[in-house]
């Protein structure tokens, strides 16, 4: 994290808290206690969802509301695999229902994003590991103490593969007003839209991109390969004649010339697939 992030993000500073042992969704907010402010409320955010939650208006209503925490609530189809949350209709949060193959009365989960009064810090207990989500907040729940601010943009949870693939391919499809365009450029080089070219990207001859494709910062494209529908990140280099679809490809993969990776493919980072090789569809290759 340290090495991808560094100290500063479009112009704002960067201060690590680090575990050395893993302390549950809470015990991390307690250690990093002396990096907030001890009269502000605060952010707090899981890593794994992709949102445009208005931060600005949710802060306003928390400080508003006068809440110890307030929640971000987004509805989703099928609150099973979430857990769903139920509130009153002034927005106060009364009950957090267990992850369930049963039917909800709500179809609103935890998006995941929180804001947090300063108190709520010194409620935590240091030293072990604690939950945010057993431990923390059904003791505001039960003292009404805790708010709701319901989401209706984008939400994606990233952390499983499939959302993480939806969530970018939805998002070039809604950032690309030239869906279905292709772009001709010298040397025969093709990219269909949507699709998104990191800085430094190299495209061999007759080489074809898109459509739905990201290809990261210092990716190569080999002459006359083919990219589609496919995540590939930064460093990697795809071989002459090689044909990649709907796959992920990890950093600083080397794919040989006139190599085919299959439909559904997972590829990790830093490994090497040897020229000619044909990897069967919903292959996961990890070493």
Known sequence: M?????????????????????LGTAGPIRLAANLLGKDDPFFVTNGDIVSDIDIR???????????????????????????????????????FEEKSAFFSATSLV???????????VRSIPSGRPVSLEKEVFPKLVRNGRMQAWIHNGFWYDIG???????ANRELLEKQEPRAGEPEASQNGREIL??????????????????PLTILSDNVTVGDEAIVRNSIVFEET?????????????GERVV?????????????????????????????????
Request: zero cysteines; charged letters at 20%; glycine letters at 10%.
């Open 255 to 287: 794919i040989g010339k006139e190599s085919r990776i299959g439909h559904g493919s997972i590829i990790a980072g830093q490994l090497s697939i040897p020229g000619g090789s044909l990897v069967s569809p919903n292959s996961v290759i990890l070493y």
């Open 160 to 166: 499983r593969i499939s959302e993480y693939v939806r």
């Open 193 to 210: 839209r949507p699709s998104y070219l990191g800085t430094q990207t190299r495209l061999g001859a007759d080489s074809k991109v898109g």
């Open 2 to 22: 340290k090495i991808e992030v560094d100290q500063r993000v479009a112009g704002v500073t960067v201060a690590f808290s680090v575990e050395e042992t893993p």
């Open 110 to 120: 935890n998006a995941g994003v929180y804001v947090l009064s300063p108190n709520i």
């Open 57 to 95: 208006r949710m802060l306003a209503m928390h400080e508003e509301t006068k809440a110890d925490a307030t929640i971000a609530l987004v509805s989703v189809r099928d609150p099973s695999p979430y857990g769903s949350v139920l509130t009153d209709s002034n927005g106060t949060v009364k009950k």
């Open 237 to 249: 280099s795809i071989g002459e004649k090689a044909i990649v679809e709907d796959s992920v490809i």
